[in-house]
Antibody, heavy 118, light 112 residues
Framework: EVQLVETGGGLIQPGGSLRLSCAAS????????MSWVRQAPGKGLEWVSV???????YYADSVKGRFTISRDNSKNTLYLEMNSLRADDTAVYYC????????????WGQGTLVTVSS | QSALTQPPSASGSPGQSITISCTGT?????????VSWYQQYPGKVPKLIIH???KRPSGVPDRFSGSKSGNTASLTVSGLQAEDEADYYC????????????FGTGTKVTVL
């Protein structure tokens, strides 16, 4: 069964750092496009970052220079390192597999809530 | 990358059809046949219902269909059912930009 399980969310003060993890099972993370998508409370979906199978990475302008996407092939796990966190980074963060075409997310994690507040 | 434009809301009676538009630009929707649609119930994880403009993943009812014309993609829900009441988001591939994906603003569908 294909599954994604995120961990690492929580309450963090503005300016702080947090690392989200996404453990995958049922497929190989490095063989496909993997992404992080977030959703602020009561708001819509927002692409945060993507890592292609060849290791190429991209970021939304809103997080560029502050967030880093990476993967550990030995652990079949995706990460999102978040630095210089701001209040507007508060959201549920979803790990996502882009498995159907270059833009079709066919598997989502359950989401992990990141709250940036003092 | 600006969000794709969707109407905030759409509604219809059971059995009717509704169409939700998703307007982008010649750099995203208009440039690639890689538009996806997602259904999301409150507090739940999004679910892919259409990919590559008009393809349905296994298990998605054929009441859902997608199309595209120029810079605008559309999702049609035929034979509307109570269970179709949810939020719907489009998404498009946008090439090798800062972030090559963009979501729509979302549409709340209400079944009257």
């Amino acid at each position: 069964e294909v599954q994604l399980v995120e961990t690492g969310g929580g309450l963090i003060q503005p300016g702080g750092s947090l690392r989200l993890s996404c453990a995958a099972s049922g497929f190989i993370v490095s063989s496909t496009y993997m992404s992080w998508v977030r959703q602020a409370p009561g708001k819509g979906l927002e692409w945060v970052s993507v890592i292609y199978s060849d290791g190429t990475t991209y970021y939304a302008d809103s997080v560029k220079g502050r967030f880093t996407i990476s993967r550990d092939n030995s652990k079949n796990t995706l990460y999102l390192e978040m630095n210089s966190l701001r209040a507007d980074d508060t959201a549920v963060y979803y790990c996502a597999r882009v498995g159907l075409g270059p833009a079709g997310v066919d598997c989502w994690g359950q989401g992990t809530l990141v709250t940036v507040s003092s | 990358q600006s969000a794709l434009t969707q109407p905030p809301s759409a509604s219809g009676s059971p059995g009717q059809s509704i169409t939700i538009s998703c307007t982008g630009t010649s750099s995203d929707v208009g440039a690639h046949n890689y538009v996806s649609w997602y259904q999301q119930y409150p507090g739940k994880v999004p679910k892919l219902i259409i990919h590559e403009v008009s393809k349905r993943p296994s298990g998605v009812p054929d009441r859902f269909s997608g199309s595209k014309s120029g810079n605008t993609a559309s999702l049609t829900v035929s034979g509307l059912q109570a269970e179709d009441e949810a939020d719907y988001y489009c998404s498009s591939y946008a090439g090798s930009n800062n972030c090559p994906y963009v979501f729509g603003t979302g549409t709340k569908v209400t079944v009257l």
